[in-house]
Antibody, heavy 120, light 110 residues
């Protein structure tokens, strides 16, 4: 069965970096694009962008350029988002979500989410 | 802020029906497919509706979707306590070249 399993919670200090992983299983990793979604505490869902798992080409949404980097390890069927120069306002749950290949622009599977807390 | 607007909350008694609206524009709902997601407390979102009105396998027919112009609507009939959750619409926005989520609606079963 399809699964997206993310790395565990992180507590980091302002100015540090963090790398969140999303390991896929149960399907051909390179056949489906992956998105990253942020949800700040008590807030709604915010699309951060997506990565073409076939080419490795990332596309970032407005507000997620510069400090955010999407990457892949296709040999491990794993996607990553790295956030540098962390700020307290980066405190949120970060989730990966798979774009369906048959439904137009819909996410059919989600990771469980990774809480990143930024505090001094 | 989001380009898709939803009411902050809706409520109804068990067994009743609720509708959740999602208002957008021609660059998103008007010309691109809408999907709906349910987020139970403390869990990841789950897709309920895709391509405006289609249900994935396993989603009960109590959940329905529709679209009219630049707005979409999620309907939930036979409301159950287990339906208490946050609901989000989503669509591709051609002007932003980005996927956009709605502001989210909390459904409460009275």
């Amino acid at each position: 069965q399809v699964q997206l399993v993310q790395s565990g919670s992180e507590l980091q200090k302002p100015g540090a970096s963090v790398k969140v992983s999303c390991k896929a299983s149960g399907y051909t990793f390179t056949s489906y694009a992956l998105s990253w979604v942020r949800q700040a505490p008590g807030q709604g869902l915010q699309w951060m962008g997506w990565i073409d798992t076939n080419t490795g080409n990332p596309r970032y949404a407005q507000g997620f350029t510069g400090r955010f980097v999407f990457s892949l390890d296709t040999s491990a069927s794993t996607a990553y988002v790295e956030i540098s120069d962390l700020m307290p306002e980066d405190t949120a749950v970060y989730s990966c979500a798979r774009f369906s290949s048959t439904w137009h622009y819909a996410f059919d599977y989600w990771g469980q989410g990774t809480l990143v807390s930024v505090s001094s | 802020q989001s380009v898709l607007t939803q009411p902050p909350s809706v409520s109804a008694a068990p067994g009743q029906k609720v509708t959740v609206s999602c208002s957008g524009s021609s660059s998103n709902i008007g010309n691109n497919y809408v999907s709906w997601y349910q987020q139970l407390p403390g869990t990841a979102p789950k897709v309920l509706i895709y391509e405006y009105d289609k249900r994935p396998s396993g989603i009960p027919d109590r959940f329905s979707g529709s679209k009219s112009g630049t707005s979409a609507t999620l309907g939930i009939t036979g409301l159950q306590t287990g339906d208490e959750a946050d609901y989000y619409c989503g669509a591709w926005d051609s002007n932003l070249s980005a996927f956009v989520f709605g502001t989210g609606t909390k459904v409460t079963v009275l």
